[in-house]
């Protein structure tokens, strides 16, 4: 096989391929192999869509014997086997021990399908049409969603998205400080009725801004947004497609702060990495009518039967104190990084199993991510400016593949830094 091929057939929108140029061939909890035989520790997780690892034994069991029992693959929005035992599943097991009631929506196979059904649906429920959004963030790429997404680096003027859309500042945006509170801000915005800025339907949020550069809101600017929410009745929408499903230590990353979204977004891991969305959604607000908002994929069979055999690992708290076991591990090791390279490393932020290292020297990240491939680690870089190395491995990543993984990525960091020398003495391991 020769990687020249998708240069010369595929689009030049592809992307990742650019980062990790070999062919990847199988894939075993969290290391993959490419078609020389070559392996990698794998702390990419499929941008956050394998939270449950590559070919979880018990998950490729229930789906090879629902192919062998001919389960019906495509069933639009019918009853099925495969959907009852999901939503079963995840009521039993995610939504009634946490006291949460909520409808369940099955859109498109993507992410963005369920953020555009929760901008859709917030502005039919309050019939308003401006929805907020924050600095730094990302939900998605079809219009809607790229509407409510920050970088610029996604947008063109004549995409035509800005429209209806309001941008604030996230947590810290101005200083970690706060002394400038964007929730007061917003607040006085909107109770001002001669400030300009008119009452939006929702406020969509990620707890956690990952492609922004693994920015962590703090509970109590979560506590400060739902409060206003609730006062000024505008619906509060949780972006949770990528940090939620457990990247925290628990399953929904805003239990944390002990709040109550009223529409929540989820893809990725929920699916196990296959195609699969949902909107959930207080029953009040389920205003639609049959068929008012529909679509040919809105649930992926083999994924209902992957997703809901993944859910078992809630079943009881271990994999939760697991996540967080090695999440505290990955903390310890990345500031241990971040004292032993000062000039070269500026912060180190995240929560659970999500984890960035800033640099502040342009383009050192890429540079780190490229030197950590070639020796065989998967990381990506996040940020406006790729000024972030991302830590996001499948959370059942063994510690033999976490510690190995770890020795890499500083390794990584020791040559490039090596090759940005600065004034000051790097302090030894």
Not at 16 to 43: C, E, L
Not at 335 to 359: C, N, Q, T, Y
Request: aromatic share 10%.
């Amino acid at each position: 096989m020769d990687i020249d091929l998708f240069e010369k057939y595929e689009s030049n929108v592809r992307g990742y391929i650019r980062s990790f140029p070999t062919i990847f061939t199988r894939a075993k909890n969290a290391t993959v192999w490419d078609h020389h035989g070559k392996s990698y520790i794998d702390f990419f997780g499929g941008a956050g869509s394998l939270n449950y690892g590559h070919n979880d034994p018990a998950v490729q069991e229930a789906m090879i014997d629902f192919i062998r029992r001919d389960g019906m693959l495509n069933a639009l929005d019918k009853a099925t086997d495969a959907k009852y035992h999901f939503i079963k599943k995840f009521q039993e097991t995610i939504l009634l021990p946490r006291g949460m009631d909520y409808k369940i929506q099955f859109v498109g196979p993507t992410g963005t399908n369920a953020v555009e059904t929760a901008l859709k649906l917030a502005r039919k429920v309050k019939q308003r049409s401006k929805i907020v959004a924050f600095t730094n963030a990302y939900h998605g790429h079809t219009l809607g969603a790229l509407a409510v997404t920050g970088n610029e680096f996604y947008h063109d003027d004549y995409y035509g998205v800005p429209l209806n859309v309001s941008k604030m500042p996230f947590d810290h945006y101005f200083d970690e400080e706060d002394q400038m509170d964007s929730i007061d801000m917003m607040r006085r915005y909107y109770e001002d009725g001669s400030s300009g800025y008119e009452l939006p339907a929702g406020i969509i949020v990620e707890t956690i801004q990952g492609e922004g550069g693994i920015n962590v809101s703090s509970v109590e600017w979560l506590k400060k947004l739902e409060k206003m929410c609730r006062d000024l009745d505008i619906l509060l929408i949780i972006d949770d497609i990528q940090v939620g499903n457990g990247r925290t230590g628990n399953f929904f990353s805003f239990e944390r702060a002990g709040i109550t979204p009223d529409i929540i977004t989820i893809s990725k891991s929920i699916g196990t990495g296959l195609p699969m969305a949902i909107v959930l959604m207080r029953p009040e607000i389920d205003q639609w009518s049959p068929g008012e908002h529909t679509g040919t994929f809105r649930g992926n069979s083999l994924a209902f039967i992957a997703g809901a055999t993944a859910l078992k690992r809630w079943d009881n708290d271990e994999f939760a104190k697991e996540i967080r076991r090695k999440g505290e591990w990955v903390e310890k090791r990345f500031r241990a990084i971040k004292d032993r390279f000062p000039d070269h490393i500026s912060d180190v932020r995240g929560l659970g199993m999500i984890w960035g290292i800033e640099s502040p020297i342009e383009g050192f990240c890429n540079e780190v991510s490229r030197e950590a491939f070639e020796h065989g680690l998967l990381a990506e870089t996040a940020g406006a400016t790729d000024q972030v190395i991302k830590f996001l491995a499948p959370l059942t990543i063994s510690d033999v593949e976490l510690d190995k993984g770890l020795d890499i990525l500083e390794a990584a960091i020791e040559a490039t830094a090596a090759k940005h020398p600065t004034t000051k003495q790097e302090v030894t391991a």
